[in-house]
DNA sequence: TTAGATATTGAAACTGGTTTTCAATATCTT
DNA sequence: AAGATATTGAAAACCAGTTTCAATATCTAA
């Protein structure tokens, strides 16, 4: 289904409102580069909407992770990133401590491997983060 | 190496002194039960030293992570933890979000296939998080 | 041992991303 | 169209973490 009716079905169910605002910031963070936090968006953004606030932004990426449109990040710098969910569904990261370079990954063995050992202490995953540190192709022969 | 010691050492190569507030934190730190934060252990150590502040407390757990004798790590709620490094080794984490409970795993082959994912993308890891976050045995049957 | 050089300390101020407040405005329901 | 309710943007508050600074402690070299 398409992903502005997936918010707008998600706003009715929970008896908040559709704006102009939420449909602008839906659509630039749909065609933004991924990773993006909020501060990105709404310089992006303030091109074109220049009365957009900061707090509506912030306040609709919010929305949008609650929603399952978005995927919140956070590698370390201390900011918040979003995402799109991919249909294709999940992946995982490998960040670049140098250049800030972001590399996806999908290993089903290690998802197969991370369920099972859940298993064993009767945990029960609602979901993970897994990240890579360390220096890209690029930055690693100095 | 006795863990004092290599404190010890670590500040003399860096040329910082040896003072009674880091040899005191170093102590609480290394009997406090693990993923403190800085806050839980300046509590703990007000008790018997109401002088010490929470700036040194902190400064002091950012060099034990620097020395490689204490972890950071950060579970999703805004503050650091730390934990005394493991003479066993690296280790992972599963996290309840309903009660806290942190249970700690490790999974050789994971490890493996994350180095063998990371070598496709000439990504060299310098290090990694890999956390599960959901509902303990005890809050999983709510 | 002592004097000078240098680092550390604790309290308080500051930082920066995030969140909240609030009065004005927009949306929704009848 | 009017009333009820939610949203908005600007500014203030929040909060873990970091920095500042004057007083103090540690270290080094006579
Ligand atoms: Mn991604
Ligand atoms: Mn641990
Ligand atoms: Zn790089
Ligand atoms: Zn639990």
Redesign the interface.
């Known amino acids: 289904m398409d992903r502005v009716r997936i918010f707008s079905d998600y706003l009715e169910r929970k008896g908040l409102k559709t704006t102009n605002q939420r449909n602008v910031i839906l659509k630039a963070f749909l065609n933004s580069r991924s990773h993006c936090s909020t501060e990105d968006l709404y310089l992006k953004l303030r091109k074109k909407h220049p009365r957009i606030g900061y707090a509506t932004v912030h306040r609709t990426l919010k929305l949008l992770a609650e929603s399952g449109i978005a995927i919140e990040q ?1 590698f ?1 710098d201390g900011q918040a990133r979003f995402e799109p969910a991919r249909a294709d569904g999940h992946h995982d990261h ?1 960040v ?2 140098k250049c800030g370079l972001i ?1 996806e ?1 999908e ?1 089903p ?2 998802e197969e ?2 369920k099972q ?2 298993e064993v ?17 690029r930055c ?1 022969d100095k």
């Open positions: 956070h370390g490998m670049c401590i590399i990954f290993e063995q290690i491997l991370q050992v859940a202490h009767h945990f029960k995953i609602s979901n993970h983060r897994h990240e890579l540190y360390g220096f890209c192709f690693a």
